[in-house]
């Protein structure tokens, strides 16, 4: 079967503000319980990437739903 993909970019205020972002999502990555789905996670300046690869659509969909929700947190705060 092949995998599900999708991703997803947010622009932050500034790259400090991004990178704090990213580091702050991180140990998410590592988690063992995220075994039907990969992320990465990439800065490039004032913007961060995420890449979610699973093995099917509902841990695509969990996964993206949890880490859009954990950086828009970060957005809204960066923005305060």
Same mark, same amino acid.
């Given at each position: 079967m092949n995998p599900f993909s999708a991703g997803f +970019? $947010? !622009?932050?205020?500034?790259?400090?503000?991004a990178r704090a972002a990213a580091k702050a999502?991180?140990? +998410? $990555? !590592?988690?063992?319980?995220?075994k039907r789905s990969k992320t990465s996670i990439?800065?490039?300046k004032n913007v961060v990437s995420l890449k979610v690869i699973a093995s099917d659509e509902s841990a695509l969909k969990a996964s993206m739903s949890s880490y859009?929700?954990?950086?828009?947190?970060?957005?809204?705060l960066s923005k305060q």
């Open positions: +970019e $947010l !622009r932050f205020p500034d790259a400090i503000k999502v991180s140990p +998410e $990555l !590592r988690n063992s319980y995220e990439n800065t490039n859009s929700r954990l950086l828009g947190l970060c957005l809204k």
